[in-house]
């Protein structure tokens, strides 16, 4: 089993709709990650989180450490919003090392 | 403020050679981590390093190498290069404290595509 799991690995959707991505991990964290990536394109942290909610424009992070589990929110999506977006964890420990997700790919049709 | 820049953008070796990839990290940024990215494997944390240690090591072999300089410019070196080393190698930056936990958000560049053939 993976230290962090991602779903759904596919998600299509109409522009103007409300999207949910969710990640799950099974390690202790000091930090989450939200990362997207466009095709082709570099990486660009969205956020991080290590408690609560995050918002910024559109986009909505949510993470409850005791269920172990983030959400990433993305409120009257648009094309553009087409992308991969990855959960990444840091854990705590004697090493700190970044565990990711297989990534969400998100289709938003006009 | 420049972005993180990773040189070269493409790369073509044969098995067997080796090769060296470098980072330049945003101004002020003193850690930099290394990351590989395939379709298989999805994005796999290679090393990460703070103030020219290294501080952090995925579980790659030790073909897999890496370094930083006093101006926080890094490489990172593959040798003996094996077809299975073909990904995209991405590093990023980030404003990082003395302690060993690194939770600054990170800044990436836009990757080093290297082919084995």
């Known amino acids: 089993k993976n230290e962090v799991e991602q779903s759904p690995q596919n998600l299509t959707a109409q522009e103007g709709e409300f999207i949910t991505i969710n990640c799950s991990y099974s390690?202790?964290?000091?930090?989450l990650h939200w990362l997207q990536q466009h095709p082709g394109g570099g990486i660009v942290s969205l956020f991080m989180?290590?408690?609560g909610k995050k918002k910024h424009g559109r986009l909505i992070a949510t993470i409850n450490i005791q269920e172990k589990h983030s959400s990433l929110h993305i409120t009257a999506s648009h094309p553009r919003d087409s992308a991969v977006y990855i959960c990444a964890v840091r854990s705590r420990g004697s090493n700190y090392k970044l565990t990711f997700g297989k990534g969400t790919l998100l289709t938003v049709n006009p | 403020k420049a972005g993180v820049t990773q040189t070269p953008r493409y790369l073509i070796k044969t098995r067997g050679q080796q090769v060296t990839l470098s980072c330049s990290p945003i101004s002020g940024h003193r850690s930099v981590s290394w990351y590989q990215q395939t379709p298989g494997q999805g994005l796999q944390f290679l090393f990460e390093?703070?103030?020219?240690?290294?501080?952090n090591k995925g579980n790659f072999p030790g073909r897999f190498s890496g370094r930083q300089f006093s101006n926080s410019r890094s490489e990172m070196n593959v040798s003996t290069l094996e077809l299975g080393d073909s990904a995209l190698y991405l590093c990023?930056?980030?404003?990082?404290?003395?302690?060993?936990?690194?939770?600054?958000?990170?800044?990436f560049g836009n990757g080093t595509r290297l082919t084995v053939t």
């Open positions: 390690v202790g964290i000091s930090a």
């Open positions: 990023a930056s980030s404003l990082a404290n003395q302690g060993t936990s690194n939770n600054s958000p990170l800044h």
């Open positions: 989180l290590s408690s």
């Open positions: 390093y703070f103030s020219e240690t290294q501080r």
